[in-house]
Nanobody, 115 residues
Framework: QVQLVESGGDLVQAGGSLRLSCAAS????????ANWYRQAPGQQRELVAQ???????YYKDSVKGRFTIYRVTAKNSVYLQMDSLKPEDTAVYYC?????????WGQGTQVTVSS
């Protein structure tokens, strides 16, 4: 079973940047989609960004123009570059990969944005 490990979460001031990483324990050559979700306290988990196996991307409206999702296949990794961070971006961020209809989740990484 492939495992995903997220890293890069931190405490940052509003307007700052972070890059989240999601590393797979082995190569996953045929990813259907890779997603970054987030969950704030008392809120439902929500999809923030998605990249398909063909490289198409989707972003939640509130992060468009500020967040960028990308893959580095050679490193078995998916990244989320987050710029111009806002306090409302504070949440636990989760990496999710879907392969052949199997959904794999990481353990999450905390992002806290102070005002």
């Amino acid at each position: 079973q492939v495992q995903l490990v997220e890293s890069g979460g931190d405490l940052v001031q509003a307007g700052g940047s972070l890059r989240l990483s999601c590393a797979a324990s082995r190569s996953i050559p045929n990813i259907d989609v890779a997603n970054w979700y987030r969950q704030a306290p008392g809120q439902q988990r929500e999809l923030v960004a998605q990249i398909t196996g063909g490289g198409n991307t989707y972003y939640k409206d509130s992060v468009k123009g500020r967040f960028t999702i990308y893959r580095v296949t050679a490193k078995n990794s998916v990244y989320l570059q987050m710029d111009s961070l806002k306090p409302e971006d504070t949440a636990v961020y989760y990496c999710n990969v879907v392969v052949d209809d199997n959904s794999i989740w990481g353990q999450g990484t905390q992002v806290t944005v102070s005002s």
